[in-house]
């Protein structure tokens, strides 16, 4: 699945983005929780200087607890365990205001009263703290998130906006038919890699129009140059053909070389038409009756297949009219039909049969299904012994791309099917 240029930019920007909000609220929360603890601990250190500098020298062991009782949130236990240092760590207490465990910083430092060793224990709560940490942090994440959405919709909408010439190009240049003549205009866009894009497309465009021009002028040109040499050629052949002095063996020879000079001359006629196809020469429209057309032509093409006993079935089902130029639809048809007769088999069949806007014809002939993908190129033989030129279909095809109707080839039931939509 193909994805567009500027979806796929952007998919690398959202990720590259979400990364970089997940890791930066983390590390803002640790980084926060570290600044708040470390204020803790200091102020805990500064109760506990307090303490040892303004109460202990003023304090007697038998006043211990009553000081206790006055100090919530500060107590003097006694040194059962030897504590040497002071110790820092968070410790959950139950707070019956609250009726729920809260969250405490708490300073163990062991002090001297008198002659006898003691603890002293400060504790802070951090329960206020940690709920400002993480309002700070949801800010943050917010703050974080809209910026970088914000980013990413200024970026998309900035590159819709500069791809935009882009786009124009792609859009024109895919409309741009060589056979019309009709060069796409491509504006300046004033942005450098666009404008050096759409001069490079221009000047490939003009080159390859000349070409296309010159080459259809030469084909039509060398058509009408062979006509005459090809029709004195088959003359030359008539005439030796009717000497009296002709054995039978240079009769035969003669009369393959007539054989092979009929197949030139109707490729030569071929080639011609199909220059003319290109370049629209063809312009003239009337509405024309598609059965009627059928019906004139289908008596030749009878009488052709019966050398081979190849029965030919017509149904109409609904009456067809279509604009187009008579000479174009009457050559589809032709071609069309006469390619029923020319690749079929001895005691085979046809079936014409015309549709509401469409005409179908299927035939007998080889046991496997063509390749449909080369089957209208020029040139093109399924049977490389048949007598055809190899130019009928492609002819066809051109003519239905000129009237924008459509060609089908599907294989079916030991049948072949090529179906005209008009």
Same mark, same amino acid.
């Given at each position: 699945?193909?994805? +567009?240029?500027?979806?796929?930019?952007? +998919?690398?920007?959202?990720?590259?983005?979400?990364?970089?909000?997940?890791?930066?609220?983390? /590390?803002?929360?640790?980084? %926060? +929780?570290?600044?708040?603890? #470390?204020?803790?601990?200091?102020?805990? $250190?500064?109760?506990?200087?307090?303490?040892?500098?303004?109460?202990?020298?003023?304090?007697?062991?038998?006043?211990?607890?009553?000081?206790?009782?006055?100090?919530?949130?500060?107590?003097?236990?006694?040194?059962?365990? &030897?504590?040497?240092?002071?110790?820092?760590?968070?410790?959950?207490?139950?707070?019956? @205001?609250?009726?729920?465990?809260?969250?405490? =910083?708490?300073?163990? $430092?062991?002090?001297?009263?008198?002659?006898?060793?003691?603890? *002293? !224990?400060?504790?802070?709560?951090?329960?206020? !703290?940690?709920?400002?940490?993480?309002?700070?942090?949801?800010?943050?994440?917010?703050?974080?998130?809209?910026?970088?959405?914000?980013?990413?919709?200024?970026?998309?909408?900035?590159?819709?906006?500069?791809?935009?010439?882009?786009?124009?190009? /792609?859009?024109?240049?895919?409309?741009?038919?060589?056979?019309?003549?009709?060069?796409?205009?491509?504006?300046?866009?004033?942005?450098?890699?666009?404008?050096?894009?759409?001069?490079?497309?221009?000047?490939?465009?003009?080159?390859?129009?000349?070409?296309?021009?010159?080459?259809?002028?030469?084909?039509?040109?060398?058509?009408?140059?062979?006509?005459?040499?090809?029709?004195?050629?088959?003359?030359?052949?008539?005439?030796?053909?009717?000497?009296?002095?002709?054995?039978? &063996?240079?009769?035969?020879?003669?009369?393959?070389?007539?054989?092979?000079? #009929?197949?030139?001359?109707?490729?030569?006629?071929?080639? @011609?038409?199909?220059?003319?196809?290109?370049?629209?020469?063809?312009?003239?429209?009337?509405?024309? !009756?598609?059965?009627? @057309?059928?019906?004139?032509?289908?008596?030749?093409?009878?009488?052709?297949?019966?050398?081979?006993?190849?029965?030919?079935?017509?149904?109409?089902?609904?009456?067809?009219?279509?604009?187009?130029?008579?000479?174009?639809?009457?050559?589809?048809?032709?071609?069309?039909?006469?390619? %029923?007769? =020319?690749?079929?088999?001895?005691?085979?069949?046809?079936?014409?049969?015309?549709?509401? =806007?469409?005409? +179908?014809?299927?035939?007998?002939?080889?046991?496997?299904?063509?390749?449909?993908?080369?089957?209208?190129?020029?040139?093109?033989?399924?049977?490389? !012994?048949? $007598? &055809?030129?190899?130019?009928?279909?492609?002819?066809?095809?051109?003519?239905?791309?000129?009237?924008?109707?459509?060609?089908?080839?599907? *294989?079916?039931?030991?049948?072949?099917?090529?179906?005209?939509?008009?």
């Amino acid at each position: 699945m193909t994805k +567009r240029l500027l979806h796929k930019t952007l +998919r690398y920007y959202v990720f590259y983005s979400l990364v970089i909000l997940v890791v930066a609220a983390v /590390l803002f929360f640790y980084l %926060a +929780r570290m600044v708040y603890r #470390s204020d803790a601990d200091r102020e805990l $250190s500064v109760l506990r200087e307090e303490f040892v500098r303004l109460t202990i020298p003023g304090l007697e062991q038998g006043e211990i607890a009553a000081w206790n009782s006055y100090n919530r949130d500060m107590k003097i236990k006694g040194n059962s365990k &030897g504590f040497e240092r002071d110790t820092l760590y968070y410790h959950s207490y139950y707070n019956c @205001l609250s009726e729920k465990y809260e969250r405490y =910083r708490v300073l163990n $430092s062991p002090v001297r009263i008198g002659d006898r060793d003691y603890i *002293f !224990s400060a504790k802070i709560n951090v329960i206020g !703290s940690d709920e400002l940490i993480m309002g700070i942090v949801g800010v943050f994440t917010i703050v974080m998130a809209l910026l970088l959405v914000g980013l990413l919709f200024i970026t998309g909408r900035l590159s819709l906006t500069l791809w935009k010439p882009f786009y124009t190009t /792609l859009n024109q240049i895919e409309r741009f038919e060589i056979d019309k003549m009709q060069a796409p205009e491509l504006a300046i866009t004033g942005i450098a890699e666009f404008d050096r894009l759409n001069q490079a497309i221009t000047k490939l465009i003009a080159k390859n129009t000349l070409i296309y021009a010159s080459h259809g002028e030469f084909v039509e040109n060398a058509s009408h140059e062979l006509q005459t040499p090809l029709a004195i050629f088959k003359a030359m052949l008539q005439t030796l053909v009717q000497r009296p002095d002709i054995t039978p &063996g240079q009769f035969e020879l003669l009369e393959n070389i007539n054989i092979a000079a #009929s197949r030139l001359s109707k490729i030569n006629k071929n080639l @011609l038409l199909l220059s003319k196809l290109e370049s629209t020469q063809f312009d003239a429209m009337e509405t024309l !009756s598609v059965n009627a @057309l059928v019906v004139r032509h289908l008596p030749f093409f009878i009488e052709q297949a019966s050398a081979l006993d190849i029965d030919i079935q017509y149904g109409s089902e609904a009456p067809i009219s279509v604009l187009a130029n008579p000479v174009l639809l009457e050559i589809a048809i032709n071609n069309l039909l006469l390619n %029923a007769v =020319r690749h079929n088999r001895v005691n085979g069949s046809i079936a014409v049969t015309i549709g509401e =806007r469409f005409i +179908r014809i299927s035939n007998t002939g080889a046991t496997d299904a063509l390749d449909g993908q080369r089957l209208f190129e020029r040139f093109s033989k399924a049977n490389t !012994s048949a $007598s &055809g030129s190899g130019l009928g279909l492609s002819i066809v095809k051109r003519i239905t791309v000129l009237n924008q109707w459509k060609i089908t080839y599907y *294989f079916s039931g030991s049948l072949h099917f090529f179906q005209l939509e008009l």
